[in-house]
């Protein structure tokens, strides 16, 4: 089976990637992406449905070992702010990591009845953003600020047209960080090619 190079995670926003087929499509074309997005839910407690039982952290680890570069977090508007949060950016980063991974996390759009939750999460993770190596925030909020025509009557959850620019913002997001890890790959290639050779030569010589 082939690793894919990205792994999407979220809730009921990102939910739409799963009823749209085009931002799907967006998305693969431009690397390898497996989406386990869910209604419901949550970064590390069980969601608020039944069908939604495992958590953002359970899934990234229901997937170890088929995800090769960056994990997409789109989940949190089920979620509590305050030390929860804090607590679960934590070990979502700290699992990643492990495995080896990047966290793309994707910020809140701070609108409606979810606007002061969203505004207290995005100022914890523009500060996370500065402190955890592997965590990269996407500010899909000031993105998405002016559209029209993207989102149901809430202006949060996604139709077609905004699923669409979610994948294009997608993919823009992530395209430093693969370029970033590819350039880190080739270099330590390089770098092990020099040292085999350096190896023989040694070895030569000796003899």
Same mark, same amino acid.
């Given at each position: 089976m082939e690793k894919a190079r990205v792994l999407v995670l979220g809730d009921s926003v990102f939910h739409s990637f799963h009823h749209i087929a085009s931002a799907r499509q967006k998305m693969s074309a431009q690397q390898t992406t497996l989406f386990a997005t869910? #209604?419901?839910?949550?970064?590390?407690?069980?969601?608020? %449905?039944?069908?939604?039982?495992?958590? #953002?952290?359970?899934?990234?680890?229901?997937?170890?070992?088929?995800? #090769?570069?960056?994990?997409?977090?789109?989940?949190?508007?089920n979620d509590r702010i305050g030390p929860d949060f804090k607590e679960a950016v934590t070990m979502i980063t700290d699992e990643a990591?492990?495995?080896?991974?990047?966290?793309?996390?994707?910020n809140y759009r701070e609108v409606r009845l979810v606007r002061g939750k969203a505004e207290v999460?995005?100022?914890?993770?523009? %500060?996370?953003?500065?402190?955890?190596?592997?965590?990269?925030?996407?500010?899909?909020?000031?993105?998405?600020a002016e559209a029209k025509g993207w989102f149901r009557s809430d202006r949060l959850h996604l139709i077609g047209p905004g699923a669409d620019k979610l994948a294009q913002f997608l993919n823009v997001s992530l395209a430093p960080i693969l370029a970033a890890r590819d350039a880190a790959s080739q270099a330590a290639a390089r770098d092990s090619t020099t040292d085999r050779k350096s190896t023989r030569l040694n070895s030569s010589h000796r003899t």
């Open positions: 869910q #209604t419901c839910q949550r970064l590390v407690s069980p969601g608020c %449905r039944p069908s939604a039982k495992l958590s #953002t952290l359970d899934l990234l680890r229901k997937y170890a070992g088929r995800v #090769t570069d960056v994990v997409v977090v789109g989940t949190g508007y990591r492990r495995q080896g991974l990047e966290v793309l996390w994707v999460m995005n100022e914890q993770l523009a %500060r996370f953003d500065k402190k955890i190596d592997n965590l990269h925030v996407a500010d899909w909020n000031s993105f998405s």
